[in-house]
């Protein structure tokens, strides 16, 4: 961040810090009219939609800017009147930064056209606020049926948003970067372009990296996240009669029985004799072939994957069970034509996931 920025995060925390030792129900803060103006501008240039140009408001949880509908002269004239002394920021004159620059030779600039301007900008500003006002409240009033899940980022429901007017969904993705970041420090109107562009695309599975977080399409949902899902590859021995505990938390343990029972999605059975052990669980490589149950022939594992419309995260991370090379079971999710048990079967290898 810049310096201006940086000085600026640390006196809040300061602020915040103090006020929460001492019990305080209020920060005031010395912000005015020029100063919101100034923030006007500053958004503009650097982007901000309409929700960025609402600017300040004189009340915002703790924060309060009773000044706000004041201007710059008119504080320093009441403080002369009365004979008050005031601390000036040396930093203030510096036109490195670009709030200098816009107070210093934008502003006088733009008065030149219209002296009342700050005033102007101020009022825009309330304006938006207002707007802004309304815009929370339809939000409010949709995003329980937008929230999918909250458990690992945040998830929304694509087809919801696609329903909603174009000028709702901007709003709703930027509250979806909001929740998921804690600020919008950093976010412009061409992250949120970007962000609107993967929810309209075709592609059914896409991602962004953004400023502090991660959002992907994954067919009718929308995911936010802090960061993009870190998955390992990882290559196990499953031993008869010893339980193997998986990446993701589940169990399985393979048995060699006599008698068969009921299989279904948490257990697999195989003809022992036509098994080539050992057994192994690893992750999906590229160029894994696979012979799905009730299918005929040999399938591309990453192909049969994309048909059953499996995200990303969960193909890259699905543990899948080899009797040598030979793929027997994708985990949880379907067993291959392979070693079947037939009438004349004597030994069953009984796969089971907890």
Not at 261 to 274: K, N, T
Request: net charge neutral; proline share 4%; glycine share 6%.
């Amino acid at each position: 961040m810049s310096l201006e920025t940086a000085g600026r995060e640390a006196r809040r925390e300061a602020l915040l810090r103090h006020a929460a030792e001492q019990g305080c129900t209020r920060i005031v803060l010395a912000h005015h009219r020029d100063d919101q103006a100034e923030t006007f501008l500053q958004r503009l240039l650097r982007g901000s939609g309409k929700s960025g140009l609402q600017g300040m408001t004189v009340l915002d949880g703790l924060w309060w800017r009773p000044l706000l509908d004041f201007s710059r002269q008119q504080i320093l004239k009441y403080a002369a009147q009365r004979q008050l002394d005031w601390v000036e920021d040396a930093s203030n004159a510096d036109t490195g930064f670009l709030r200098n620059r816009i107070r210093h030779r934008l502003l006088p600039e733009l008065r030149d056209y219209n002296p009342r301007i700050t005033e102007r900008l101020s009022a825009l500003s309330r304006q938006f606020q207002l707007e802004e006002d309304f815009w929370r409240q339809q939000m409010a009033l949709i995003w329980p049926e937008l929230l999918l899940s909250d458990k690992d980022g945040l998830r929304l429901n694509r087809q919801r948003l696609l329903e909603c007017h174009s000028a709702l969904q901007m709003r709703l993705l930027r509250e979806g970067l909001r929740l998921m970041r804690g600020d919008l420090q950093g976010i412009e109107s061409v992250h949120l372009e970007a962000v609107l562009e993967l929810l309209l695309a075709e592609r059914t599975q896409a991602e962004l990296d953004l400023p502090e977080c991660w959002v992907a399409r994954r067919y009718d949902q929308l995911w936010f996240r802090e960061s993009a899902p870190h998955i390992e590859e990882f290559d196990l021995a499953l031993e008869i009669g010893q339980p193997l505990l998986l990446p993701d938390g589940r169990t399985l343990l393979a048995e060699l029985q006599a008698r068969p029972e009921v299989p279904g999605r948490e257990l697999v059975l195989f003809d022992a004799a036509r098994v080539s052990f050992p057994l192994r669980v690893r992750s999906p490589l590229p160029g894994d072939r696979f012979r799905p149950s009730g299918m005929e022939g040999r399938r591309k594992l990453k192909d049969f994957l994309i048909d059953i419309k499996l995200e990303k995260e969960q193909r890259f991370s699905l543990p899948v069970l080899l009797g040598e090379d030979e793929i027997l079971w994708l985990v949880g999710l379907r067993h291959s034509a392979v070693a079947q048990v037939g009438e004349d079967c004597r030994e069953i290898l009984a796969v089971r996931l907890f």
